[in-house]
Antibody
Framework: QVQLQESGPGLVKPSETLSLSCTVS????????WSWIRQPAGKRLEWIGR???????NYNSPFESRVTLSVDTSKNQFSLRLSSVTAADTAVYYC???????????????WGQGTLVTVSS | DVVVTQSPLSLPVTLGQPASISCWSS???????????LHWFQQRPGQSPRRLIY???NRDSGVPDRFSGSGSGTDFTLKISRVEAEDIGVYYC????????FGQGTKLEIK
């Protein structure tokens, strides 16, 4: 059973960079896309972007100028960096398994438990 | 960007009665590979989202058969044949054809 676990600071100051990691266990990170999704309190889920195990990335346009995703296959881990954060970036951040290229299957079949990141001074 | 819209946003239901949630998208969700990447998720209070239905009508492993999905193109529906207490939560549809986007969520509550 694939499991994902987010980790990182729960409090980030305005204008600084939010950094989170997601560790995958019970399966290999290779040959899949992996995504970050966030959920501000009381709002809908919002896709941030995805990364393939080779390192290729796709970002949702609202985040494109501020986001960087990276992957470390040796640690079975992928990471999110979101720069110049404001209070509007306060949310629960989830990592999820996105999809297997060419498989024609669905998306987001496995999710982490989520981690609350608060942007405040 | 593809906008996904759900209705209703709040759904009070009596236990044992059916429930239905509608979802529509601003563009057709038929992918160039022939698949329609419209999925349904359940988010129970305090939990992560859990996928129930993928590609319109396929139930994920362990999902009770009282959940069913249907639709095509831009219009989709999630139905629960008989609501049980464990079904309380927020339901989201999500499209994966044109990158990724989610509906606003429908809060299912017991009357």
């Amino acid at each position: 059973q694939v499991q994902l676990q987010e980790s990182g600071p729960g409090l980030v100051k305005p204008s600084e960079t939010l950094s989170l990691s997601c560790t995958v266990s019970g399966g290999s990170i290779s040959n899949y896309y992996w995504s970050w999704i966030r959920q501000p309190a009381g709002k809908r889920l919002e896709w941030i972007g995805r990364i393939y195990s080779s390192g290729s990335t796709n970002y949702n346009s609202p985040f494109e100028s501020r986001v960087t995703l990276s992957v470390d296959t040796s640690k079975n881990q992928f990471s999110l960096r979101l720069s110049s954060v404001t209070a509007a970036d306060t949310a629960v951040y989830y990592c999820a398994r996105d999809s297997e290229p060419g498989a024609g299957s669905g998306h987001f079949d496995y999710w982490g438990q989520g981690t609350l990141v608060t942007v405040s001074s | 960007d593809v906008v996904v819209t759900q209705s209703p946003l709040s759904l009070p239901v009596t236990l044992g009665q059916p429930a239905s949630i509608s979802c529509w998208s601003s563009q057709s969700l038929v992918h160039s590979d022939g698949n329609t990447y419209l999925h349904w998720f359940q988010q129970r209070p305090g939990q992560s989202p859990r996928r129930l239905i993928y590609k319109v009508s396929n139930r994920d492993s362990g999902v009770p058969d009282r959940f069913s999905g249907s639709g095509s193109g831009t219009d989709f529906t999630l139905k629960i044949s008989r609501v049980e207490a464990e079904d309380i939560g927020v339901y989201y549809c999500m499209q994966g054809t044109h990158w990724r986007s989610f509906g606003q969520g429908t809060k299912l509550e017991i009357k």
